[in-house]
């Protein structure tokens, strides 16, 4: 069984920064991708950024420049620090990973969603 849980997120004011996590447990043997995506009210999920197990990260032209995805292999545990939040970035987030559990199956597994609001 893999699980990952979320926490971060909540209400900020435009301009302002948040940083979300995402903690990978069960039984993996290892991650590959990690990555975060949001779904505002009426639009479809989008992929906001993602990282490899090497560390090479791919961005949504809209959040460069303004958040970081990191992660931290030994934790297994995944980061989305976001500055200067915008209106716009309003949506629940998911964290993903694509991970390869100890009986040798790759699937690819979400997080419970976590609401980030950026007032104007």
């Known amino acids: 069984q893999v699980r990952l849980v979320q926490s971060g997120g909540g209400l900020v004011q435009a301009g302002g920064s948040l940083r979300l996590s995402c903690a990978v447990s069960g039984s993996i043997t290892s991650i590959n991708a990690m990555g975060w995506y949001r779904q505002a009210p009426g639009k479809q999920r989008e992929l906001v950024a993602d990282?490899?197990?090497?560390?090479?990260?791919n961005y949504l032209d809209s959040v460069k420049g303004r958040f970081t995805i990191s992660r931290d292999n030994a934790k297994n545990t995944v980061y989305l620090q976001m500055n200067s939040l915008k209106a716009e970035d309003t949506a629940v987030y998911y964290c993903?990973?694509?991970?390869?559990?100890?009986?040798?199956?790759?699937?690819?597994?979400w997080g419970q969603g976590t609401q980030v609001t950026v007032s104007s």
């Open positions: 990282i490899t197990r090497g560390g090479m990260t």
């Open positions: 993903n990973a694509d991970v390869i559990s100890y009986y040798g199956f790759d699937d690819e597994y």
